[in-house]
């Protein structure tokens, strides 16, 4: 059964920083990848989609890298700004009959201060 | 626009009653999903549809159920079986074949 992983929990920087979060996942037979951001109370926003033929995605300040034989993947946030502070969430598919259901990790709840 | 509407915002349930959460999409997705999230924890799969008129369990079914009727619509009901029903649900649907998956707004819903 996938197992899907997080750190850190959580993390807080100053506005400015670079940073970088982490996903692991415990079955390398994934269809893809896919990071999410989520505000209090609210509902899933959709970041990146990394393939599992593909070795990262970017999207403006945002970089998602996937490693499939380490069973890890990062996201990377350049130069973060207050307006990023939210709960960031990967979620791996398996793929196959099992495509679309989604496994995720517990969160990394990140807080960018002024 | 086209989205994934799910209502009511918010929910409350006296014991022993059934409710049903309404998830709504307009972007002719096949594929929609049901999910729960506890404070602190990840999403946990309820129910998904990859067809009209078919479902299947996902990893926290009991106490659940869902219809797919109809394309755009899969509601789920929470019944009394559910011993613990606070949380919050979230609705999602995706393309098939692909998997880039988009989620309502959710609904919370507590047990007074």
């Known amino acids: 059964k996938q197992e899907v992983t997080q750190i850190p929990a959580a993390l807080s920087v100053p506005e400015g920083e670079n940073l970088v979060l982490n996903c692991s996942f415990t079955d390398s037979a994934i269809y893809n990848l896919q990071w999410f951001r989520q505000d209090p109370g609210k509902g899933l926003t959709s970041l990146l989609l990394?393939?599992?033929?593909?070795r990262e995605q970017t999207s403006g300040r945002l970089n998602a890298s996937l490693d499939k034989s380490s069973g890890r993947s990062t996201l990377y946030i350049a130069a973060s700004q207050p307006g990023d502070s939210a709960t960031y969430l990967c979620a791996a598919d398996a793929g196959g009959t099992s495509y679309g259901k989604l496994t995720f990790g517990q969160g990394t709840i990140l807080t960018v201060h002024p | 626009d086209g989205g994934i509407t799910q209502s009511p915002k918010y929910l409350f349930r006296k014991e022993g009653q059934n409710v049903t959460l309404s998830c709504e999409q307009n972007l002719n997705h096949d594929a929609m999903y049901w999910y729960r999230q506890d404070p602190g924890q990840g999403l946990r799969l309820i129910y998904y549809s990859q067809i009209v008129n078919d479902f299947q369990k996902g990893d926290i079914a009991e106490g659940y159920s869902v219809s797919r009727e109809k394309k755009e619509s899969f509601p789920l009901t929470v019944t009394s079986a559910q011993k613990n029903p606070t949380a919050f649900y979230l609705c999602a649907s995706s393309m098939t074949g692909s998997t880039e998956a988009f989620f309502g707004q959710g609904t919370r819903l507590t047990v007074v």
């Open positions: 990394i393939q599992s033929s593909q």
